[in-house]
């Protein structure tokens, strides 16, 4: 359990969160909102990438992030793939797993046995020799979800994972995510709702910076009151971030 208490977060004067409070539990997590509606900050704070400005983020009820021995030990157990994440184009895909897994402090012994499974969870098995700087963007993107992936991590947040991936790739990415859900916390933040209907989780809607919704994917669907569940998705969506829900 992932739980986030009263976070906020400024930039200056300026304010990007302002009292969030979240749990995130095993299965599917997907915070839906438009560009600039605070969904990368929120994940950097839970991946203590940053530090909120107000708040606490607890890991099994345990304070995660910050300077203490046992804040760093947890964030070894949360796994994070950025929208955009630098890589040397040289490195190979299972030496970029590996690094990541010594990243997180994985015991050096089973690191091989560790990016051996988060290869093949990925299907990236084949390409395990060949640098980075020569895949295609969907294995790129799999090869991102490898490294979060190779500490074997019990949360994994997924930041617009599948931007700018075509039709066959986003379903390929969609269908591992809902692998890896049943026994893991995956938080997946997007403002795509073919995400959303893809993945079928609980929902969370941000706007400016603050939480407007949060229910199943059924009752956001009911909100929406049309036929169609894609476009049932999107009215209410609008109807959220309207305040005319």
């Not at 994070?80 to 990541?100: C, H, I, K, N, S």
């Not at 995510?177 to 993945?199: F, N, P, S």
């Not at 949060?214 to 169609?228: A, R, T, V």
């Amino acid at each position: 359990m992932l739980e986030v208490k009263g976070v906020g977060f400024r930039y200056g004067a300026r304010s990007v969160l302002a009292d969030i409070s979240l749990q995130f539990a095993t299965g599917a997590n997907l915070l839906l909102g438009r560009n600039g509606a605070g969904k990368t900050t929120l994940l950097r704070i839970l991946a203590g990438a940053v530090a909120p400005t107000a708040g606490t983020v607890l890991l099994d009820g345990q304070l995660s992030g910050g300077s203490t021995r046992l804040g760093r030990r947890l964030l070894g157990n949360i796994g994070w793939l950025p929208q955009d994440f630098g890589y040397p184009p040289r490195m190979t895909v299972r030496e970029f797993a590996a690094y990541a897994a010594w990243l997180k402090a994985a015991p050096p012994k089973t690191i091989p046995q560790k990016v051996d499974f988060a290869l093949q969870v990925v299907d990236l098995g084949d390409r395990a020799g060949c640098s980075l700087g020569s895949l295609s963007g969907g294995q790129l993107r799999r090869a991102g979800l490898a490294a979060a992936l190779a500490g074997d991590p019990a949360v994994l947040i997924l930041d617009e994972p599948t931007a700018g991936l075509d039709p066959e790739q986003r379903d390929t990415f969609h269908q591992l995510v809902q692998r890896l859900k049943e026994h893991k916390t995956v938080i997946v933040a997007t403002h795509l709702l073919e995400d959303v209907e893809a993945l079928a989780g609980r929902v969370v809607i941000i706007d400016q910076g603050a939480v407007r919704w949060s229910g199943s994917l059924p009752e956001l669907s009911l909100l929406g009151g049309e036929d169609s569940s894609l476009a049932a998705l999107r009215t209410a969506f609008h109807k959220v971030v309207s305040g005319a829900s």
